[in-house]
């Protein structure tokens, strides 16, 4: 059974993937650049077998595509990005001298820039729906129902919605409040 295998080595390869394969995620090419950029730095390689998105691990001996999701792509990427910045205020912390401080400042600093648009993608993921109802159903345990209008704020923010800076209001809140 000799199936076809498309590598997906550019951006544009990643975002027309995306269309064809009619998926919920919307991504532009700086999405799909950071995406593509972890996946080779971690020695993954993406590709497309039968309309379905595929993983290599090129660091296995005898390396097979696996099924995989582009939630799963963009959580590991998530994930990967929160570690590195992790590892950048670490560094930041504790600095032998100026330029390596300006090193991991400036890593840092990119790093978030990419943060802001991961985060853009992973409230499009399962894994977002997932924590949104795991949320809800501890309001209502908590509460006996969900409080009015915070079904409808937990959506907005899930979308990205207007005037949205990244926090949800109530913690917005409290930050004015200390």
């Not at 939630?71 to 205020?89: F, R, T």
């Not at 345990?141 to 409808?152: D, I, K, L, R, Y």
Request: charge should be negative; hydrophobic fraction near 35%.
């Amino acid at each position: 059974m000799g199936m076809e295998v498309l590598e997906v080595n550019t951006p544009g390869e990643l975002i027309m993937w995306l269309h064809l394969a009619e998926s919920e995620i919307s991504m532009k090419q700086d999405g799909a650049e950071i995406i593509l950029d972890y996946m080779a730095e971690h020695n993954m390689a993406l590709a497309v077998r039968n309309q379905e998105l595929v993983v290599k691990d090129m660091g296995e001996e005898s390396p097979e595509y696996q099924p995989y999701s582009i939630d799963d792509a963009i959580h590991d990427v998530c994930e990967w990005n929160l570690e590195l910045a992790d590892k950048m205020e670490d560094g930041m912390k504790n600095p032998n001298n100026q330029a390596e401080y300006n090193q991991f400042s400036n890593a840092h600093d990119i790093l978030k820039q990419q943060e802001e648009v991961l985060d853009g993608l992973y409230r499009q993921t399962k894994y977002e729906q997932i924590a949104v109802e795991c949320a809800l159903e501890i309001i209502t345990a908590t509460f006996g129902s969900v409080p009015e209008g915070v079904q409808e704020k937990m959506e907005a923010y899930r979308k990205g919605g207007a005037g949205q800076t990244g926090r949800p209001e109530g913690m917005q809140a409290q930050e004015r409040m200390r």
